[in-house]
């Protein structure tokens, strides 16, 4: 007997994923519940556990391949005491291919399926945190496909009991629209996708060492398709303001020493965020996203804020959840715990999700000035530029020194007026030129 095993559903919304890499060669041994294969999923790698125990027969999908939901992955042999039911393989259909459990169980078919309740669903990724957090997963309410638990589950669950949703008004966990499609493809049915071929370039003919053609897949191809996407969708416009953060550098140089003492490094992310949900309280417009398929603008009364950063296969966009809600310290602490996973790919595609509104970011390498492309379908995104120390007039005329930061916002124009972008950057730098009003009550 022979075991098919597809793509399973592995969230709302994914109709595909990228092979990034496969844990396990054919002929190799496996055991049920062992890392099988890692696939990209917007810009999240999922790592897919093996559903059984056994060898592996055949590798259907090669690395950088894009495999639909319930299209084939590999062939396994199951082992007698693989402790899971085995289906025999069928007929599946080329153009409507069978959508797969969300959890790699065999399917229903089976001869002796095993109880629903036997088995918890969930990543090994998401086993691994429950053990580090103390949490046993049986007790655990899973929010995904068919039950699966998700990071935000335990989340939710260290918390407190309640492990439902939550009550009315309060935030969801990620809008509803931006996750119905996977990043990169058109919301409105039936749009044709125009392919233009290259154009003939100059040069030897083939096979010269003075060319290089490099493949774009993985997540350089997720962000080619939703920078464009981004800019084909939006009507872009940048609004750029000057600041003076001369106090807010002395104030996080005081803070700063503070909290390295506990492992925590502090950068101006924290107070720039804080001042940023400030803006946004007034102007709640820009935290908000198109529902271009409806044509309406959905308004957040949550703020999540999604905070691009760079990482070794290209640029990602961790959200930390409900930001107003925590303090500077927190939100450097949490910073920096997205970041260093970020950069090691360890974030689960919950975490790279449902945010609000955007801020991008380079640190001292910022530059003077930028255009920042949106994060479609957010309606704004704020660029953050590098710190210098420049002389300025004072208030009496005279010269002073003064550090001196550009802040550039872009923002939909076709629902967001320069006006307004203008108004709610005005907020932001007021908070920043006097950041000790960052730490009154937000509320």
Known sequence: MTYEFRLPDIGEGVAQGEVVRWFVKEGDSIREEDPLVSVLTDKANVEIPSPVSGRVLRIHAKEGEVVKVGGLLVTLEPSATGGAPVAPPGPHPETAPAKAPSSPTPPAASTSPAPESSRVLATPSVRRKAQQMGIDLAAVKGSGPNGRITESDLESFSRGPATGPSPPGGPPTAPPAPSAQPLGLPSTAGEARVVI?????????????????????GVRRVISEHMALATHRAAHYTYVEEVDVTDLVKVRERSRKRLEEKGTPLT????????????LRAHPTLNAYMDDEKQELVVCHYYNIGVAAAAPEGLIVPVVREADKKSISG???????????GKAGKLSREELTGSTFTITSLGALGGVLATPILNYPEVGILGVHKIQRRPIYGPEGELVPAHLMNLSISLDHRVIDGAVGAQFLAVVKSYLEDPHQLFLDMA
Do not use: T
């Open 268 to 279: 101006y992310l924290p107070f720039i965020i804080k001042a940023v949900i400030h803006g």
């Open 331 to 341: 939100l450097a602490r949490e910073i920096q715990d997205l970041s260093e996973r």
């Open 197 to 217: 071929p290259a154009a003939p370039r100059g040069g030897p003919p083939g096979g010269s060492p003075l060319q290089e053609r490099l493949p774009i897949r």
